[in-house]
């Protein structure tokens, strides 16, 4: 334990060095929160300064745990990575010029409302696909989007590009530049304790999940040869003959564009959109091994009907597959798998299911509170 100052608690110290007895300008260190306040807020974090000398370490903690900071590179500002936990005391301690020159202790003021993550995806645990996006969704409307935003983080095994994206005020997803690189780990940090996010509403905990991208499998889907073939890192694993969307109404049409498989059922019970028991067109039937692709029901699924696949679109927006073929893509597929459909006439909406990758990059980025968008194509 490092022994605690003499000094009365104080946002400022000094202290004189005089090594081989020359005197030296006196080191002022400043810290914020000034020690000893008691409702210091925690969205600030913590900030030490010097004057006449640079700083040699800072060290703080509360409950044990230290809280992490650097040095810029004068060496003479110290600042804390993330902001402080909401009603929580804090022990600084500060070495320039080769002793202790303030220690001491605040607190920060308790959060009034609790800014919550409800849901993630992916799960912690989860493998996944190279396409899969990061979704936060928060239990409040979040109006500081630039803060909340700042305090996430992702790690990966091996570097990627990436950037948030804001869909509405209560969720934030995460997408890189280009696929995962398959076979590696990553992880997602929300440093929230602290973060103001609105009026009165504050992170009270930080949250951390890791998840593993898995081989590289992407589909492809030609709507018009009636054929769907599969690869697995960079190799054909299966061909398959399909049946798409009818396209007598535009619920009927296949969507084209870069989807992801978002989950998956067996079996899933399809109901016809926009149609009672009794009008024409009407189904509510059970189907087997369905992938889904979209938000407007869209699936890659079991259906018997195969004296259609390969030859003519009879679905109802779905891509219908044999049986024993659609029971292996169920069994071989990931959330996030990336499948791309081609040939029809209704393009895939970016907010349809996960259809995020229909964005450009630099649209992509627009929806960043932090980073200025660049020009759009």
Not at 125 to 142: A, K, N, Q, R, Y
């Amino acid at each position: 334990m490092p022994r605690r100052s003499a000094w009365p608690p104080s946002s400022s110290s000094r202290a004189a060095a005089e090594p081989c007895g020359r005197s030296l300008r006196p080191t002022v260190v400043q810290v914020s929160p000034p020690l000893g306040a008691a409702r210091a807020r925690p969205d600030q974090g913590l900030v030490v300064r010097a004057q006449g000398g640079p700083l040699q370490r800072v060290v703080a903690h509360s409950g044990g745990v230290p809280v992490r900071g650097d040095l810029d590179a004068a060496g003479t500002t110290w600042r804390s990575r993330w902001t402080l936990k909401p009603g929580a005391e804090y022990a600084v301690t500060v070495t320039a010029a080769g002793r202790t020159v303030a220690a001491g202790r605040f607190r920060t003021r308790p959060a009034g409302r609790a800014l919550k993550l409800t849901a993630t995806a992916p799960l912690p645990g989860e493998t996944v696909g190279v396409g899969m996006p990061v979704i936060l969704d928060f239990g409040s409307p979040v109006r500081d989007k630039a803060a909340v935003e700042r305090a996430l983080e992702v790690t990966a095994g091996r570097p990627v590009e990436g950037a948030w994206r804001w869909i509405g005020d209560t969720r934030a997803v995460y997408r890189t530049r280009r696929f995962w690189p398959p076979g590696q780990l990553v992880t997602v940090t929300a440093h929230l304790a602290g973060v103001r996010a609105a009026p009165g509403l504050h992170g009270t905990a930080d949250r951390t999940f890791a998840f593993t991208v898995g081989r590289h499998q992407a589909t492809e889907i030609d709507a018009r040869t009636h054929r769907m073939v599969v690869r697995r890192d960079g190799r054909a694993v299966r061909h398959m003959a399909i049946s798409a969307g009818m396209a007598t109404t535009r619920e009927y049409t296949t969507t084209s564009g870069v989807h992801l498989t978002m989950d998956k059922g067996h079996p899933v019970r399809m109901i016809s959109p926009g149609r009672d028991e009794g009008d024409p067109g009407y189904y509510d039937v059970m189907i087997d091994h369905a992938v889904r692709i979209s938000d407007s029901g869209e699936y890659v699924h079991a259906k018997d009907n195969v004296w259609a696949q390969g030859r003519r679109n009879v679905s109802h927006g779905c891509v219908n597959a044999r049986p024993d073929q659609a029971a292996w893509f169920y069994a071989h597929s990931l959330r996030g798998d990336p499948v791309v459909i081609t040939g029809t006439d209704r393009e895939l909406e970016w907010d349809n299911g996960w259809g995020f990758w229909q964005l450009s990059w630099e649209k992509w980025r627009a929806g960043s509170a932090l980073l200025a968008p660049g020009p759009l194509p």
